[in-house]
């Protein structure tokens, strides 16, 4: 069973933390990943597939035939799979369909995207305390993994401890708190003081988030973890710009860390669009430069991996793959 004790943990975030991020942030030393958040009725109406030529588990969507989340061995006692959520027997129906498949369950309390607060979800389950409590106490009740949620802190500490509390009696197993309200943004400073009065008054472990910009190097991770009182530390853009920051022999460079999840992306066949996205997240301004122009250009993962030396292995691995019928080869699990 996950413990949420003395971990360091890859945030959840939107088309960053997919499989190849998940498998790079664990072999750099991250102890647990979040998936990215996974809207209810998108898994809802996906299948579960096995994929015997790549070893992953697939939910793919029945309408479009896109993979909405692929998973595979490597990180199945590590990974909490996000969910989006407004709707505690939705939430209950997806989580029956992957519990075998993931380590926990978390549910996204914090989103402020008008997508999200318009669906009833993310933050908008803060300001309706008993509906998010109903969908913890639903699962918690129902499903054999941890369950947890992460949340935004509100105005005050007691404001923020009252919710808390509330959230914590449905039987959670730990609770992520990003230490900034509703309407601050990344700029704004990180209230490691509401994150450190909480997790002084509660039991069960809060894992604190928030910290990206004061983060440069490894060492830096226990300085938030200190301010906040908190056993466990949550990176999402530090992870996002140099996922080796989870390393503790210190960072690489760039170009290696870009060839590590290039590798990866191929080895799992990810999706060309996303991994470029994700790439992108790394180079970020040197994208400016005649490589990251040389980089923008390209359209298919080959390309990409050709601009870092790796266009060899794309090809051979993609041979294989299309040798072995990738895309007619899904087996149905038991
Ligand atoms: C996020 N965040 C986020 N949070 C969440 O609960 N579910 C999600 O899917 C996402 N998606 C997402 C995408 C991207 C690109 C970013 C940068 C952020 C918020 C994230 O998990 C975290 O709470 C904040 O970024 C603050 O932590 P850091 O960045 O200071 O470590």
Redo the contacts with the bound molecule.
């Keep these: 069973m996950l413990s949420y004790e003395n971990k360091l943990i890859l945030?959840?975030?939107?088309?960053?933390?997919t499989l190849p991020m998940r498998l790079l942030a664990l072999r750099y030393g991250a102890d647990i990943v979040y998936t990215?958040?996974l809207i209810d009725w998108k898994l809802l109406r996906s299948k579960r597939r096995y994929n015997d030529i790549l070893n992953t588990v697939d939910f793919i969507d029945q309408t479009d035939g896109t993979i909405v989340f692929r998973t595979c061995a490597e990180e199945k006692e590590k990974v909490v799979l996000?969910l989006g959520t407004c709707d505690a027997t939705r939430a209950l129906n997806v989580a029956k369909l992957v519990e075998n498949d993931v380590a926990a369950i978390d549910i996204?309390m914090?989103?402020p995207k008008e997508f999200s607060i318009k669906g009833g979800m993310?933050v908008a389950l803060m300001a309706k305390p008993d509906k998010a409590y109903t969908i913890l106490k639903t699962l918690v009740d129902n499903l054999s993994i941890p369950v947890t949620c992460?949340i935004r802190i509100l105005e005050t500490p007691e404001a923020t401890l009252e919710i808390v509390q509330k959230l914590v009696s449905a039987g959670i197993r730990a609770i992520a708190i990003?230490g900034?309200t509703r309407d601050e943004r990344?700029q704004h400073a990180?209230h490691t003081d509401i994150i450190n009065y909480v997790a002084d008054r509660i039991s069960i472990p809060v894992i604190a988030?928030?910290?990206?910009?004061e983060?440069e190097k490894h060492s830096d991770i226990y300085k938030f973890k200190k301010m906040t009182g908190c056993t466990s530390v949550?990176?999402?853009?530090?992870?996002?710009w140099n996922c080796s920051i989870f390393r503790k022999e210190g960072l690489l460079p760039m170009d290696t860390v870009i060839k590590e999840y290039l590798k990866l992306a191929v080895d799992y066949d990810n999706a060309p669009s996303n991994t470029k996205y994700c790439v992108q997240?790394i180079l970020r301004e040197l994208q400016e430069t005649p490589r990251g122009k040389q980089f923008l250009d390209c359209q298919t993962l080959e390309q990409i991996c050709s601009v870092w030396d790796l266009g060899e292995y794309c090809r051979l691995k993609q041979s294989e793959y299309q040798k072995n019928g990738i895309q007619g080869r899904w087996q149905v699990c038991p």
Aim: aromatic share 0%; hydrophobic share 35%; with cysteine.
């Design positions: 945030a959840p975030m939107v088309r960053i933390g990215e958040e996000q996204n914090g989103c993310g992460k990003h900034r990344p990180v988030n928030g910290c990206s910009k983060v949550m990176l999402a853009r530090a992870a996002e997240n």
